[in-house]
């Protein structure tokens, strides 16, 4: 689960800057049009926020299922050494 969000994370940022790239070129040429265009910016801007939260806040240890907050060696709770 956690490669396929990567994926998407990645993918939303390419598109991201395609997506601007095409709204500054039709803003430059006088098209006006790009109220489709600011919306798929917007989403994969939410979606770029969103993730590093998402990484930072779900991160468990895989022997107590406790939530790891610093990315260390050993578990805080039950002090198991935690293989990433």
């Given at each position: 689960m956690k490669k396929v969000l990567f994926?998407?994370?990645v993918i939303a940022i390419i598109v991201f800057f395609i997506d601007?790239?095409?709204v500054g070129i039709s803003f430059l040429n006088g098209n006006y049009e790009?109220?489709?265009g600011i919306y798929i910016g917007l989403v994969?801007?939410?979606i770029i926020c969103v993730y590093p939260f998402y990484k930072?806040?779900?991160d468990r240890c895989p022997y107590?299922?406790?939530m790891i907050l610093l990315s260390g060696k050993y578990?805080?709770?039950c002090g198991k050494e935690i293989k990433k």
């Open positions: 994926i998407i994370w601007w790239g095409i790009i109220k489709a994969c801007f939410i930072l806040f779900n107590c299922g406790k578990c805080s709770y």
